[in-house]
């Protein structure tokens, strides 16, 4: 079946504890991308890779940190987490072309105590 | 740059009811547009899309025609049932950034049976 994986589903932290949330997926897809979600601000990209070893700023990207080793594989780092990163996390990935739908994971709820 | 507007929810509605969620954009030439939904608990999954003016996309009874005169892609569906409540949200591609999908904030549906 074809989907993207994240894990955690949820975590509760604590602030400066380093942290990763992992996403994975298995069609082979380029674009990978991580979205945060929060009442009455929509979806806001963090991070993007256009392919294998390239990774670009999306519209919030500090306290976060990507890396893309291997195609399927997306990781989302936060080195020293805060109380406002606190957040409803989605990972999405999907063929390159501006026609090409996302296909998103089912979300990591964080908490940052 | 592109952006796109919807209506702000919730939008509360009876079973069987007629729904209509409206979303306008603002594009430079005619990009793809995209409806997406948010169940409960999931992440986002491409609901139906439209690559061209005048196109009409449409998947499980839902539709939504592209109009260029009009700048609009409203969401529409005859019939209404409890299972559709979730969240819709419109898009489209980023005319500034390759592969980013912008999203609209988001509108609420609630079907009471």
């Known amino acids: 079946e074809a989907q993207v994986t994240q894990n955690p589903r949820y975590l509760i932290t604590v602030t400066g504890k380093k942290l990763t949330v992992t996403c994975s997926q298995n069609?082979?897809?380029?674009?990978m991308s991580w979205y945060r979600q929060d009442p009455g601000l929509g979806l806001r990209q963090i991070y993007y890779?256009?392919?294998?070893?390239?990774?670009d700023k999306g519209d919030v990207p500090e306290g976060y940190k990507v890396s893309r080793k291997e195609k399927r594989n997306f990781p989302l780092i936060l080195e020293s987490p805060s109380p406002n990163q606190t957040s409803l996390y989605f990972c999405?990935?999907?063929?390159?072309?501006?026609?090409?739908?996302?296909?998103f994971g089912d979300g990591t709820r964080l908490s940052i105590l | 740059g592109n952006s796109v507007t919807q209506m702000e929810g919730p939008v509360t509605l009876s079973e069987e009811a007629f729904l209509t969620i409206n979303c306008t954009y603002t594009?430079?030439?005619?990009?793809?547009l995209f409806w997406y939904v948010q169940y409960p608990g999931e992440g986002l999954q491409l609901l139906l899309k439209?690559?061209?003016?005048?196109d009409k996309g449409s998947n499980k009874g839902f539709e939504a025609t592209y109009r260029k005169e009009t700048t609009s892609f409203h969401l529409e569906k005859g019939s209404v049932q409890v299972s559709d409540s979730a969240v819709y949200f419109c898009?489209?591609?980023?005319?500034?950034?390759?592969?980013?999908?912008?999203f609209g904030k988001g509108t609420r549906l609630h079907i009471l049976p």
């Open positions: 594009a430079t030439g005619y990009p793809s």
């Open positions: 439209a690559t061209k003016a005048d």
């Open positions: 999405a990935s999907s063929y390159r072309g501006l026609s090409q739908p996302q296909h």
């Open positions: 069609m082979n897809h380029e674009y």
């Open positions: 890779s256009m392919n294998v070893e390239v990774t």
């Open positions: 898009a489209l591609p980023s005319q500034n950034r390759d592969d980013k999908i912008i």
